[in-house]
C-alpha cells in the first residue's frame, strides 16, 4: 500500500478510469492488467507520467455501446509493476488503495474516461492492512471456502492461505472466483471489510449448496 495515501484528501480528485465488467479491484488486492487498445496504452502513458492512479469501475446498464453508465462505485489503484510487450501492450498491476464514489464524468478531450471521484465514504479503506477480523469469522470463512472449493473441484494452497491476513485473503478471493458481475460489485460496495466476510461467505454457502451445476474454471 503506498504510503504517501493516509486520508481521502490525499487522494486525487480527478482520475482516469478503466471501465472493464466483471473484474473489480479491492484496497490492498492486486489485479494483473493486459493492456492493448489505444485509449487505454494512452491513459497508461499518462498514469505513468503522473501520479500512477487509475480507477477501476464496473458498468450497469444504460448508455451507448461505445459509453456505457458507469456504476456508482469504483476502486482506484496504484500501477505498481509495469513492462511493455514486444508488440507494444502494457502489462501492469494494480494495487488497491481506495474506493470511491463517482460524482462527475468530466468533458475530456482524452480517448479514455475521467471522472471526479469522491474518497470520503471510504477513508477506512486506507488502513487496510492494520487491522484483522476476529477468529470466528476468520474460521467460518475458511470453512465455507473448504465446501465451496469441495464443490467446484478446485483447490488453493492452503498453507498460504491459513497464514495470511484474513482481510487480505477475503479481498483477493472476493476480487478472484468466478463470481457474477453483480455479485461482484455488491462485494465491492460492502461498508465494511467484516461486511464482506459475511456476504463473501453467503455467496460461497449458496453455491455449495446448489449441487446441480457443473464446476466452471476459475480461468
Known amino acids: 500500500m503506498p504510503t504517501g495515501y493516509r486520508k481521502?484528501?490525499?487522494?486525487?480528485?480527478?482520475?482516469?478510469?478503466?471501465p472493464l465488467d466483471g473484474a473489480v479491484l479491492l484496497p490492498g488486492g492486486q489485479l494483473p492488467l493486459n493492456i492493448f487498445e489505444p485509449r487505454y496504452l494512452n491513459m497508461l502513458d499518462d498514469a505513468m507520467a503522473g501520479d500512477r492512479i487509475i480507477g477501476m469501475v464496473q458498468t450497469r446498464p444504460g448508455g451507448e455501446t461505445t459509453r456505457p453508465v458507469l456504476a456508482a462505485i469504483g476502486c482506484a489503484g496504484r500501477v505498481t509493476s509495469f513492462a511493455e510487450t514486444p508488440d507494444g501492450r502494457y502489462v501492469i498491476t494494480l494495487t488497491g488503495i481506495c474506493r470511491f464514489e463517482v460524482k462527475d464524468e468530466l468533458p475530456v478531450r482524452s480517448p479514455y474516461r475521467q471522472v471526479r471521484a469522491d474518497f470520503s465514504a471510504f477513508e477506512g479503506d486506507l488502513a487496510v492492512g492494520q487491522h484483522d477480523l476476529p477468529e470466528a469469522e476468520r474460521e467460518e470463512f475458511l470453512t465455507a471456502l473448504r465446501h465451496y472449493l469441495d464443490h467446484r473441484g478446485l483447490d488453493i494452497d492452503w498453507s498460504a492461505a491459513e497464514s495470511a491476513p484474513t482481510a487480505a485473503l477475503v479481498n483477493s478471493l472476493?476480487?478472484?472466483?468466478?463470481?457474477?458481475?453483480?455479485?461482484?460489485?455488491?462485494?465491492?460496495?460492502?461498508?465494511?471489510?467484516?461486511?464482506?466476510?459475511?456476504?463473501?461467505?453467503?455467496?460461497?454457502e449458496i453455491d455449495a449448496a446448489d449441487s446441480d451445476d457443473a464446476p466452471p474454471s476459475m480461468q
Open 174 to 204: 472476493a476480487m478472484a472466483l468466478p463470481f457474477e458481475a453483480a455479485e461482484k460489485q455488491a462485494l465491492l460496495e460492502t461498508p465494511t471489510i467484516l461486511d464482506r466476510c459475511a456476504a463473501l461467505v453467503a455467496l460461497l
Open 8 to 18: 481521502a484528501s490525499d487522494m486525487p480528485q480527478v482520475i482516469p478510469i478503466f
